[in-house]
């Protein structure tokens, strides 16, 4: 009689034996890891991108600082030819203001005590105290005749003496000195 | 099976690829990568700025672009180059015949143009649009790129250019503080690393920091620079000179607060200009004094107690012989004091005095007030002046060096002796840094001065006063400034000339050196004119009007209160000549026979004169109108005053 030979693991299991269907534990956590490294993979993705993105913007900005910067210091540059003296003269010129001799530089008088003048005088007066606004159209007008002043001078017969330089000569005459060219600036 | 060993050995390759890759080939494939999207920047930063200490810009540099090509990235070179030169509105066979020998070499880099503002580059970029093509950078060209490259700017132009220097076309100090500061200046080069994208966007920027340029103030105020420019260009101009030299120094700080040569020269176009032009002959050119330096022999004899001011000396016969050298001098008179041969310039009273004092003495006082050695300013190439040592000393040089001869000063050298007598006998090292900044504004270092004694306050004060002589009595009446009292000393030296081996008689230095106010000297301002031609050629007479004017307009600006009264005859406006006439005018009041005997006096002086006798101040100061310095409208209209007056 033949004796079929039957493996161990076959022995053990029973022929009619039904398989077990997968459980949803099991499935769920699939899905979940499953899920969470396709999420993970596109959160990686999205952060590399927006990261490059973010890298772009910033090298603009830093461009645009860049680009500010040295137009910042091309408006100094220009400021400082516009401040230059010959340019000051030059346009200076262009308003029919005239050069002040260093003769008729008014100076301050032998008795001036800057040290012991107070800043501000006391005063009993309680009204605001009204600051004289200067008719900036008039002045315009002013410097806007250059002509005018000349047939002045030419006319003058007698030698200016420097306190007649002072009072006398009109606006124009006395002008170019730096307290006048910042009023003009202000205006 | 089949499959399943398929896939083994599929895998099995893959993986004997990726080791291949990641560990063999791994650092080229990183190289690769990075030059595919990786690119190295390299850039100067921006020079360092050179301010005065009103914080104006005297020199600085901005950013400016220039156009290169990339002749590789050319396909058609004739079309680019008659494309670029219409733009660039140059000749097209220059630009075609550079492109061609560079791709023809290999070459991938040409320049176009250089050095171009924005506003230029701008236009540029407009006319050289190529919509079709895709390019991340302007302009959009096929070929053409732009570099960032630097300028520097002077924007006040001529205003001290010998001080401020200027910088070639490397941005490297070729003379001035530029040359002398270039170390702190000089833009260190910066590495940047960008990395971009496939469009060639950069996303990444990584740089190595480096430290940046530093910012040099000045001690200059730029508007007394230009006031004293003005009035050495006027007074130079007016006297013919050659060249001049204007100093003025604050005596207690040792700060230069202007310091000007005239001709002078543009940095901003310094090829433009002779190369003479660039030599600041303040602190690089040493002349003889003349006597200007007896300030070194009477305050030497003040500290010494060998003099004093009102003391009386005997003139003899108005000769003195000294090592077989005879010395003249026709205005001693038979006796005077001290003050007055001072006043007067008497170089016999000079020499009298030197020889009191004795070689040592006067030779060690010569050092203590600072010749023969440098300086020490911030400026480049500055010369020690020439003093010989005591052994070469000959007979007559004590006599000689007692009025300004047998030695050489630099304008600098003789302001800070004269500046040593205002601040009570202290010397203080002159200076023109006033402070080194980092770009952030941050003071890093600022500039002490240094003060050594060289006589007391006394003897100081007691030579001040016997300056203030030489304004009110003596020869320096032109530098009498309206509201403050003022003090100095005239020169008028015969300058040596190579060619005939000696002092020549016709060429001059003529110098005045002074302070003002006497009692407490806020400035000390020397002006020096080398070779007037016109008429009026001594010290007195071309250099103390410019020292005039200069007081006249800086002490009010720097708020100096006034210590005198404006003198009523300088309240008259004067009869102004215009610049190109020098020669005297005679005053209107001046009556005929002092007229008469003034013409005598000075050809009686003319037929005396000796070769070898040094010009002394006094023959020179017969009343002659002075050099007025105005400008022409003035002038104008002053002749036309004149005419109607009369």
Not at chain 2, 49 to 67: F, N, P
């Amino acid at each position: 009689m033949s004796r079929k030979r039957v493996s161990r693991a076959k022995q053990n299991q029973s022929p009619n034996r039904e398989r077990k269907p997968i459980s949803w534990r099991y499935s769920l956590l699939t899905l979940v890891c499953g899920l969470f490294l396709v999420v993970g993979l596109f959160g990686a993705a999205r952060q590399h991108f927006s990261s490059i993105e973010f890298g772009i913007k910033n090298s603009r900005i830093r461009k645009q600082i860049t680009e500010l910067e040295a137009g910042q210091r091309r408006l100094i540059l220009a400021k400082e030819i516009a401040l230059a003296p010959d340019e000051i003269k030059k346009i200076a010129k262009i308003f029919g203001l005239k050069e002040t001799p260093a003769i008729n530089i008014e100076t301050l008088p032998a008795n001036f005590e800057p040290q012991n003048r107070p800043l501000a005088e006391k005063s009993n007066d309680t009204k605001p105290h009204q600051t004289v606004k200067p008719d900036i159209a008039a002045v315009k007008k002013e410097l806007n005749k250059p002509a005018k002043e000349e047939k002045v001078a030419k006319k003058s017969s007698k030698i200016i003496t420097k306190k007649d330089t002072l009072q006398k000569i009109p606006v124009k005459e006395q002008t170019f000195t730096r307290e006048r060219l910042i009023a003009d600036k202000q205006f | 099976m089949l499959v399943v060993a398929f896939f083994i050995l599929w895998i099995g390759a893959i993986s004997v690829r990726l080791v291949h890759l990641q560990v063999n080939q791994s650092e080229w494939l990183r190289e690769q990568a990075l030059d595919q999207r990786r690119d190295e920047l390299k850039s100067k930063m921006l020079r360092g700025s050179i301010l005065d200490r009103t914080e104006r810009a005297l020199a600085m540099s901005v950013h400016v672009k220039s156009l290169y090509a990339d002749p590789a990235e050319i396909t058609d070179v004739e079309k680019t180059a008659q494309q670029v030169a219409e733009v660039l509105k140059t000749k097209p066979e220059q630009i075609l015949n550079d492109l061609r020998e560079a791709k023809e070499k290999g070459k991938r880099f040409v320049w176009l143009a250089r050095k171009l503002d924005e506003d230029a580059a701008q236009e540029i970029n407009k006319a050289l649009e190529d919509t079709k093509l895709k390019k991340f950078d302007l302009p959009k060209f096929a070929g053409l790129h732009w570099k960032e490259e630097q300028k520097r700017n002077y924007p006040y132009k001529k205003l001290a250019a010998q001080v401020v220097g200027f910088s070639n076309s490397d941005d490297v100090g070729q003379a001035g503080i530029e040359q002398s500061q270039e170390e702190l200046l000089n833009g260190a080069v910066i590495q940047a690393w960008q990395d971009r994208d496939r469009l060639g966007r950069v996303y990444d920027q990584s740089e190595i920091k480096r430290e940046p340029p530093k910012d040099i103030v000045l001690t200059i105020n730029s508007s007394i620079q230009y006031k004293v420019e003005h009035a050495l260009e006027k007074g130079v101009k007016a006297a013919h000179a050659k060249s001049g030299v204007a100093i003025v120094l604050d005596p207690k700080t040792g700060e230069v607060l202007a310091m000007a040569n005239y001709p002078t020269f543009d940095p901003n176009n310094f090829n433009e200009f002779p190369t003479e032009n660039f030599k600041n002959k303040a602190v690089q050119n040493s002349f003889a004094p003349g006597s200007i330096f007896k300030l070194v022999t009477y305050g030497t004899a003040l500290q010494e107690k060998l003099i004093k001011p009102d003391e009386w000396f005997s003139c003899g016969n108005g000769v003195i012989e000294v090592g077989k050298r005879e010395f003249r001098d026709n205005h001693c008179g038979k006796a005077i004091s001290f003050t007055k041969a001072l006043a007067i310039s008497s170089n016999l009273g000079a020499i009298k005095v030197g020889l009191k004092i004795g070689e040592n003495k006067f030779s060690n006082y010569i050092r203590h007030f600072g010749f023969g050695e440098m300086s020490g300013i911030e400026l480049p190439a500055e010369m020690r002046g020439l003093v010989r040592p005591l052994e070469k000393w000959k007979g007559d040089s004590l006599a000689s060096m007692s009025i300004g001869y047998e030695i050489g000063v630099t304008p600098l050298q003789i302001a800070s002796a004269f500046a040593t007598i205002a601040n009570d006998g202290v010397r203080v090292r002159p200076r023109i840094i006033k402070e080194i900044r980092q770009a952030d504004g941050k003071v890093i270092s600022t500039t002490e001065s240094e003060n050594i004694r060289v006589v007391s306050a006394e003897a100081a004060l007691k030579l001040r006063g016997m300056l203030r002589e030489v304004v009110l009595k003596g020869t320096g009446k032109e530098a009498a400034i309206d509201g403050y009292s003022s003090a100095g000393k005239t020169g008028t030296a015969w300058k040596y000339d190579p060619k005939i081996k000696r002092v020549s008689g016709s060429k001059y230095v003529s110098s005045f050196i002074g302070f003002a106010p006497v009692d407490d000297p806020s400035i000390v301002i020397a002006v020096v004119l080398d070779e007037p031609q016109g008429a009026l050629r001594n010290g007195g007479q071309v250099s103390a009007p410019i020292f005039r004017e200069i007081a006249e307009q800086v002490l009010p600006e720097l708020n100096v209160v006034p210590d005198e009264n404006i003198r009523p005859d300088n309240l008259m406006a004067q009869e102004i000549p215009s610049e190109t006439e020098v020669a005297p005018i005679s005053t209107q009041k001046e009556d005929a026979p002092k007229k008469a005997e003034k013409t005598a006096t000075s050809e009686k002086i003319k037929e005396t004169k000796k070769e070898n006798e040094p010009p002394s101040e006094e023959k020179k100061s017969i009343k002659q109108k002075p050099v007025m310095l105005n400008n022409e409208n003035e002038n104008k209209l002053s002749r036309e005053r004149i005419k109607q007056k009369t």
